[in-house]
């Protein structure tokens, strides 16, 4: 296996880079490129792998796959069959670069706003230790994942699989927030979160803020979180205080949140009112057009044969992850013939709720030659995941069966 | 919060660090010390804590105690209520100085030799990956987890509540690897598990070998794992392939197993024959004495105020974790003063199966004064856990809720 290079690591700690992160991290949509939500050029085949940034430097170099400071991909093949995905090896995908280290200082002191309710206030991380702890694992999934099969190359970062992972959130429940400070005023549809991250100046913060608005009904399983996997969440994941709207897309799980409001309209962010719309191919987004939010069944093979070597012929394990967005996975099957015929997958490891993935296994015998394995999930609700991607402007949601196939060669 | 150093860290790979480490790491049974099977004297109090070894920096040294070279223990006040215990922050007690790391330059082409089935053979990993994948969380608790609360002070490490964690193992279930080999051999009734440690010289081997015995049963739910948390285990805790029996303590999951024999009798290794036996106090470990093997019910507070600075009065949440070694958690209780009245915990976040721990959390107000807080875990098969330890010589399996009562200030 790989010798791993000493890296120097610090956990929680660092801060972002600076001036060169804060060039490059502006999101397309401040820039008003359009429907992209994401954001850099791809990287070019053969070009050397690029370091870990800073803010993540003691995340697992060799799982990873850089393409800049602000957009990192978990390798496909390093993907294991136990459910977690440790956080060494979590994808990241910043809007904005990440706050200075210095908010980790004191986390406890970290204040969000709660407006839209009854008895609006700020309240401190040590307050939300205070009044009640849940515990949820959760998909966390780029918009974007799945960009990188879009023939049409939007323009984002090409992500293939790498940019999800699934993650275990503790922190309070929004609804008993909400009940504490007397209840949802009346008329509020939408539950706003706004990020603390530092905006550039010279621009229209409306034109870069990372703020996001999901249906007040997602308050039900969302958390105010301070732990993600055992430990105070990281700098780089949204340490101290993070939204986690359990189902959604990444981008919709607010990172140092520090305002959570109730409200009438969905933001007019341009984050939300342009960024992150399924648009037509061609066009730009516009409020018009449907929000990506909430995540679509989707699984994908994650081995054997990933890291581009031959597949020994004979006995193999083919297994992948499943997951159903806002429901739980009813079955997942495999297609060793890129789809003319599937069978049935063994559902392994323990069930981690239906926010979670779910590992598959399908034992099957391969003698030599070349195989398309691919994975369909079928979650509880009877929602079957498509072949065909939905084609649209930002290379969004792509759940193509199709598309995540894997080519192995079998010798 | 507290600003941790830059430390080296080099995942999975680095090498005991020798003569040092092998000269402390001698298991107290090898010496004939009697039925302790841990190793080393307290570190004293006031003592600089002792910096990680080398084979284990990685770890997070902020959330450890380094007792010695081979034993090093969780911080209670850093366990967090996310269930599965992270790999930087998971105990650390080897018999022996973890092997040299060349063992993981090829972990595909480690050999386990399976003996007491009708076909016997040696299978690499590589053979081992391709007859069948499950996924299976467990509490790996050391056997001495506890022994720091017998006021008798019995040799070996006092561990508090520290050495244990709740971990996600993938491997090959050993029935499956037995059903390909043709079945246990009649009148096999253990199943002796291996360690690949490099034996000191000079020594009789079976004085100093890791080798254990359970009953053969147990191999319905145990593993030969190459994966712990999402990623190849690492050699501090067993990799390249770990034997995982679920719900019996530490000594019972053999590192770097080399060999999984069905066998008509215990081994007549040092380490089962006279350690980790439940010897009379005062006495020394002997083959009739009941060996330390299956865990039982128990639970105990992880927060707040287990780091001892005082707690803020008012509404407050109680936290801790409980497992049944064999069975689930049924429930637990909690008490605000010391036992005497308790109240019904809420078990929170996903059940990841009967051998996980489950987290619980019990709201409290708490006004000023001083509070001795207590769980007590009640198991699927109606144990309740004791208030009294069961003395013994060697300072094993310590599920007194009394002993693992919290006492906290609150101002």
Redesign the interface.
């Given at each position: 296996?790989r010798?791993?290079?000493?890296?120097?690591?610090?956990?929680?700690?660092l801060a972002g880079s600076g001036a060169a992160l804060a060039a490059a991290g502006l999101a397309s949509w401040s820039r008003g490129a359009g429907a992209a939500g994401d954001t850099p050029a791809p990287v070019p085949t053969g070009a050397a792998p690029k370091p870990l940034p800073a803010y993540v430097s003691?995340k697992?170099p060799g799982s990873l796959i850089v393409h800049s400071g602000t957009t990192i991909e978990t390798k496909r093949s390093?993907?294991?069959?136990?459910?977690?995905?440790?956080?060494?090896?979590l994808y990241i995908r910043n809007n904005l670069p990440a706050p200075d280290a210095s908010i980790?200082?004191?986390?406890d002191a970290w204040e969000v706003a709660i407006e839209g309710v009854k008895s609006p206030r700020k309240l401190a991380l040590?307050d939300l230790?205070?009044?009640?702890?849940?515990?949820?694992?959760m998909v966390l999934q780029c918009s974007g994942n799945g960009r990188g099969y879009f023939p049409s190359k939007p323009s984002g970062t090409p992500w293939q699989v790498g940019a999800a992972g699934c993650v275990?959130?503790?922190g309070v429940p929004v609804r008993w927030v909400v009940e504490a400070l007397g209840g949802v005023l009346g008329g509020m549809s939408y539950m706003t979160g706004t990020g603390g991250e530092k905006l550039p100046e010279g621009l229209d913060p409306k034109s870069v803020i990372v703020e996001r608005s999901v249906p007040a009904a997602a308050m039900a399983d969302a958390l105010l979180a301070w732990?993600?996997?055992?430990?105070?969440i990281s700098l780089a994941h949204g340490g101290p205080l993070r939204l986690i709207v359990p189902g959604y897309t990444g981008v919709n799980n607010i990172k140092y949140v520090k305002r959570l409001a109730f409200t009438a309209q969905e933001t007019d962010a341009r984050i939300m009112s342009h960024g992150y719309r399924l648009s037509p191919p061609g066009a730009k987004g516009d409020p018009t057009q449907p929000s990506v939010q909430e995540m679509s069944v989707k699984s994908w093979i994650n081995g054997p044969g990933t890291d581009g070597k031959p597949v020994?012929a004979?006995?193999?394990?083919i297994?992948g992850v499943a997951f159903g967005g806002l429901n739980a996975i009813a079955k997942v099957e495999v297609s060793l013939d890129g789809g003319k015929t599937w069978a049935q997958a063994r559902l392994?490891?323990?069930?981690?709720?239906r926010y979670?993935w779910r590992?598959f296994?399908l034992?099957a015998r391969l003698p030599a030659g070349t195989y398309t394995l691919a994975s369909r999930a079928i979650d509880t609700a009877g929602n079957v995941q498509p072949e065909q991607r939905s084609e649209n402007a930002g290379g969004y949601n792509n759940t193509s069966w199709a598309d995540h196939a894997v080519k192995v060669s079998v010798a």
């Open positions: 296996m010798e791993e290079p000493i890296v120097l690591r610090r956990r929680h700690m003691w697992d390093v993907f294991g069959t136990s459910v977690v995905t440790p956080a060494e090896q980790l200082s004191d986390r040590r230790k205070r009044m009640g702890i849940e515990t949820t694992a275990m959130w503790s732990e993600m996997n055992g430990v105070p020994a004979g006995d193999t394990q297994h392994v490891g323990p069930d981690l709720g979670a590992q296994v034992a």
